[in-house]
Structure formats: C-alpha cells, structure tokens
C-alpha cells in the first residue's frame, strides 16, 4: 500500500523557517519524481515545488522560489520542504504527492498545516 505521511508542520511568526517531511512507503521511492503542494482556505490547491527521481532536479513556483527548498534522501524514502523567510501569506495545508508522469499525481498524503503569523 502507497503512504504518504507529511510532518513538521506547525505555528511560526513571519521570517521565520519550517522543515516539512513527508516519508513515503509502498513503492520504491528513489523511481518516481516527488512534489510539494498546499491549499490555502478559499483557494485552490497550488503545485510549489517537484524534484525528480532522475537528476535530482528541481523546480519551484514563483511564490516560493528563492525562500523553500525541495530535496529528498532516497535511503530514507523521505522528501524534505525546507521554508525560509515564511510569510503570513504561506499559511496553507502542504501535501506530498508521488507522480506518476509529470504533472500527473496519483498519490497524496494527507497534509500538513502550516500557519505563519504576522
């Protein structure tokens, strides 16, 4: 069975910096490109951040580029979010998702909130 299981959420004032996990099981990880999404209230769900299961390359949403860091330890089957310099407008549920083509998903964790004060 596929998981998806994100951590590391939580509460942090404006500038500050959050690292999202998300530990994967049930299929062989270091084989599928990975993604990072969130939802904030009221609107729809946004891609941020991908890193491939090849080169390990990476790409990010204009929102986040410069400030969050995708990257993943294959021995760990484990993805990681590294955020900096949060902004209140970053509050959001993040998500995992394994792809299974790119820009098609086929699994999700189930979230992680993040809530950045101002």
């Known amino acids: 069975e596929v998981q998806l299981v994100e951590s590391g959420g939580g509460l942090v004032q404006a500038g500050g910096s959050l690292r999202l996990s998300c530990a994967a099981s049930?299929?062989?990880?270091?084989?599928?490109?990975i993604s990072w999404f969130r939802q904030a209230p009221g609107k729809e769900r946004e891609g941020i951040s991908c890193?491939?299961?090849?080169?390990?390359?990476?790409e990010y949403a204009d929102s986040v580029k410069g400030r969050f860091t995708i990257s993943r330890d294959n021995a760990k089957n484990t993805l990681y979010l590294q955020m900096n310099s949060l902004k209140p407008e970053d509050t959001a549920v993040y998500y995992c998702?394994?792809?299974?083509?790119?820009?098609?998903?086929?699994?999700w964790g189930q979230g992680t909130q993040v809530t950045v004060s101002s």
């Open positions: 998702a394994k792809l299974v083509v790119a820009g098609v998903e086929d699994y």
């Open positions: 890193i491939s299961n090849s080169d390990g390359s990476t």
């Open positions: 049930g299929f062989i990880f270091e084989d599928y490109a």
